[in-house]
Nanobody, 122 residues
Framework: QVQLVESGGGLVQAGGSLRLSCAAS????????MAWFRQAPGKEREFVVY????????SYADSVKGRFTISKDNTKNAVYLQMNSLKPEDTAVYFC???????????????WGQGTQVTVSS
């Protein structure tokens, strides 16, 4: 059983940056693909990015490519999301998720954090 706790969300102006963190406990962290998803009000949860468990391969949603960067530190049991050039449409609750599969589909992720709110003002 893996427990995930996100932090680092907040309010930022358009064009600004935030760094989200996700701390994991209770499992073998290196054995999980880690991902970030987000959910805006009234919308479905959507994939943002993952970093694979074996070779750290990454995959980004087109909407965040070139602006967001995911990183994983197996020594600290943590995954990070650096978000630059933020836009109002990035406003959402951001969730950290863990899976033994490498996937962009939320249904394949068994473990989820509680989410952290990111609000980008125009």
């Amino acid at each position: 059983q893996v427990q995930l706790v996100e932090s680092g969300g907040g309010l930022v102006q358009a064009g600004g940056s935030l760094r989200l963190s996700c701390a994991a406990s209770g499992g073998t962290f290196s054995g999980y693909t880690m991902a970030w998803f987000r959910q805006a009000p009234g919308k479905e949860r959507e994939f943002v990015v993952y970093i694979s468990r074996f070779d750290f391969t990454t995959s980004y949603a087109d909407s965040v490519k070139g602006r967001f960067t995911i990183s994983k530190d197996n020594t600290k049991n943590a995954v990070y999301l650096q978000m630059n050039s933020l836009k109002p449409e990035d406003t959402a609750v951001y969730f950290c998720a863990a899976s033994t599969r490498t996937s962009v589909r939320s249904i394949n992720y068994a473990y989820w954090g509680q989410g952290t709110q990111v609000t980008v003002s125009s």
